[in-house]
Each structure stands twice: as C-alpha cells, then as structure tokens.
C-alpha cells in the first residue's frame, strides 16, 4: 500500500528559478574529515580517497570516471594495488577520527577481527568505540565483503545469465520471488564462485576467502544491486499503468551520474524485457551532467527503439536543458515515465537550486515521475519540499526492489548501513488542491 503525503501544502513560488550557474560544476560538500558527500547519510567521495589513489583533486576523480584517464595513471599497476588502494581508503580511527599520517606510527591502525571493515588506533580506543560499534559491527562485515566481491560485476561475472520471468510483474512480489523464478540458481551462484577472477580476488585482496556460503550471500545482494534499477523502472511502469506491451516506450532516467553510467553496457537493462515478455521496445535514456562517456553515450532515438529491446542512450548535461533541446524539437522522444536514482534535492540549498527547474517542469508538464531514495529520513525531507512545491504525490511507500546489497555511510561507519533505492515516491503533475494532500491512503 503506497500513502499519500499529508499535512497541508505551504504555498511556493511558481516563477522557475535560474540555476546558479556555479551549481551545475560545483564540487560536493566536504565534512570535517574530508569526506564529500551530498549529506552526512549518504555515501560519499572522500579527500582520503582520492589522496591513496593518487589523485589530487576531485576533477582527476571526475577524469577518471569519464575515462579520460586509466588507472596506470594514478598508480595502479596490478590487482594487488587496486585492492591495497581501495582498502587505504577506509583506514581512520573510528573513534578519534585520526588519519594514519596523524599517527607517530601510520601502520598502527588495526581493523576490528569481527566485521574486517573499521579501523582502530589503539585499544583505548577500540574499547571506547565498542558500546557503539557493536550495534553495527554485524553489518558492517557484509559491507566490506561485498565490497570487495562487486569488482566481479566490472569483470562481468555479476550478474549470472537470467531467464523470462516465469510470472507477470505484478505476481513478482519483491526479491524472494524473482530468485524463485532463476532456474539452476545454486549451479550458477557456484559458477560464480569457481571462476578465474574469483580466485584473483582472494588472492589479491589482503583478507582470508570466506567460508562459501558468505560468498552466496554476498553474490545474491550484488546481484540485486545490479538488477535494482531496471527492475525500479518497471515498477514505475505498473504503478503508473503503463503497458509496456501496448506501444513501444521511452523512459528518461533524470540527474544520472557515474553511478548509473560508469562501465554500463547496452545490455544491463535488459531484465525490463524479461520483466515484460513481448514489451513492444524500450528506451532508457540517461540524462544529467556527470554522464560517463561509454557503450551507452550514444544519440537519444527520435523514433520508438528495436522491436522487444531494450535500447539505452546518454544525454549529458541538465534535463531541463534536454528537454528545450531536445525533446521540444522532437530530437528525442517524449518520456512515458521518468525517474530519479537518489536525486538528493532534500540535501542543501545549491543542489535544491540545481534541481528546480526540472521538478517544476516534471509537475507542470505532467510527465509520470518515480524519485529514489536512500532512507526514511531522507523520504520525509525529500516529501516537504514536493509538497511545498505543490505537485501532485501519487504515492510512496519502501521499495519491493531495493537493492540489498549494504553500503557504509563513509564519514560515520558507525551508523546503520544504507541501501539503494530503500523507497520510492511517485508523482503526477500539480497538486490540486490543500484537501487533495491531506487525503488518506491508495492502493497501489
């Protein structure tokens, strides 16, 4: 069941705000650690990473990620270092918050033995930590395995093969359905776990493999980090009454980044047609500003995509630029759906300013919107300022098909993990009315 936002709606101005023109280039925020973030619940880039990975500023990390440069430019030259390199990152106090170079001797931060994922400067302060950490210490070792075991989606072993959906979508309750429907599911699960860059990962990371049933586990959340968002799309698709066997569709992935982008293949999506048996075609057009160039950094299609495929393309720049230039001259097509992986608008006035003009052209063309986010916190806040902009909220409730894979909140490890896509809210153009928003409840 999805609820409705209540609370009365506080009037907001309908003029389109000008984005700062510093917003759209505007680097992350920055903790007292050095940890960029959009917030202090989100994971984020940190200072500390991009000094181990031998790269001074965050343009050499955006270099990076737009492939203009390769990993042997910063240093890294076998897997040993890779995994060296992205292990450093972690390495600070998590009770004093003290860097190794802070310390008389940098190789004296220990790691906990129980979850292998936080660091310690000395017992005084592992004690200390301890009444706080304990809490989380259980989770946080899931989060450093798979952490490590998600270097097995770069090298294509995750996700294993899948198959048409052997149910309609709307029987396909959430994750335990879906894994019920893959046939031979343990025989591919242990491929994975025999292959050539599993055992490199082993050899390579600085860790003992875990015991085979860890690594099941592990694999099965990564796997449903991989398949989150499409499947999320597809959930935006039913909620909306969308048939994608009626026409062929179009679907705009709105402030995409390197998250949705980096080393995305044109076939990563193609679970949507498994989700639909004989889905007339679709296209998922990434648009935003940090789109990473790749298979899929192609032209957006004037025309309905390839018969029974899924067809991914790129647009890189702001969506409300995409839509005057590309969408009103008919250059690209009109969406059916769009959605927002964690848009993050709730985070502070800048990001608010970069976004405004796209959630004001969402409501005021009415195009069917699906946003993500992160927690129930963040659900709440990102709720107040629909509201505030008056914009018709159709729904919202946790996510069937979030992933489970848990990530570290970087800056904080000892909080609870957060999990990509954990809710979803829905919306329809302007709201119509103050009693409009304070209705009860709908079904989905």
């Not at 989770?139 to 995750?158: C, H, N, Q, S």
């Not at 789109?291 to 899924?310: E, K, N, T």
């Not at 800048?350 to 003009?357: E, F, I, T």
């Not at 159709?394 to 809710?423: D, H, I, M, W």
């Amino acid at each position: 069941m999805a609820q409705r936002g209540q609370g009365a709606a506080r009037k907001a101005s309908k003029k389109p705000a000008k984005e700062p023109a510093a917003a759209a280039a505007r680097a992350p925020d920055m903790d007292s650690l050095g940890f960029q973030a959009m917030d202090s619940n989100v994971p984020g880039l940190s200072h500390v990473i991009l000094q181990k990975l031998n790269m001074k500023s965050y343009e050499d990390y955006k270099s990076a990620m737009d492939g203009r440069k390769r990993g042997s430019d910063f240093g890294i030259r076998t897997y040993f270092d890779m995994f060296q390199k992205m292990e450093d990152t972690f390495k600070f106090c998590a009770e004093c918050k003290k860097l190794p170079d802070a310390l008389p001797d940098p190789k004296s931060l220990r790691r906990c033995k129980r979850c292998q994922n936080v660091y310690y400067c000395g017992v005084a302060c592992q004690r200390a930590n301890w009444p706080l950490h304990k809490k989380f210490c259980k989770k946080l070792k899931l989060v450093a395995l798979d952490r490590l075991v998600e270097w097995l989606v770069f090298t294509g072993d995750i996700p294993f093969p899948t198959e048409a959906w052997t149910r309609p979508a709307g029987d396909v309750a959430g994750w335990e359905d879906w894994f019920a429907m893959q046939g031979q599911l343990e025989e591919k699960l242990g491929a994975v776990l025999a292959g050539r860059y599993m055992s490199l990962l082993w050899a390579n990371a600085g860790k003992p493999r875990p015991e085979e049933g860890e690594l099941r586990e592990s694999v099965r959340r990564l796997v449903t980090d991989f398949h989150s968002r499409p499947l999320t799309i597809g959930l935006g698709l039913r909620l909306f009454g969308i048939d994608p066997l009626a026409k062929p569709l179009t679907v705009h992935v709105v402030g995409a980044s390197h998250v949705e982008t980096l080393n995305t293949r044109v076939t990563d999506y193609d679970e949507l047609a498994r989700m639909f048996p004989g889905q007339r075609g679709m296209e998922v057009v990434m648009v935003g500003v940090d789109v990473v160039d790749g298979p899929i950094m192609r032209p957006p299609l004037a025309m309905p995509g390839p018969q029974g495929r899924i067809y991914l393309s790129s647009f890189k720049g702001l969506y409300h630029d995409f839509w005057e230039g590309q969408v009103e001259t008919k250059l690209a097509a009109r969406p059916d759906l769009v959605v927002g992986f964690h848009p993050g608008f709730h985070a502070c006035p800048d990001l608010m300013a970069g976004w405004l003009p796209t959630l004001l052209l969402l409501r005021d063309y009415r195009l069917p919107t699906l946003f993500t986010v992160y927690s129930e916190q963040e659900l709440k806040a990102s709720l107040q300022i629909l509201v505030e902009l008056e914009t018709h909220i159709t729904g919202y409730a946790a996510n069937p098909f979030a992933s489970l894979r848990p990530e570290q909140v970087y800056s904080s490890p000892n909080k609870a993990p957060v999990y990509c896509s954990s809710y979803y809210i829905t919306l329809l153009g302007p709201a119509a009315s103050v009693g409009e928003l304070e209705g009860g409840s709908d079904e989905d």
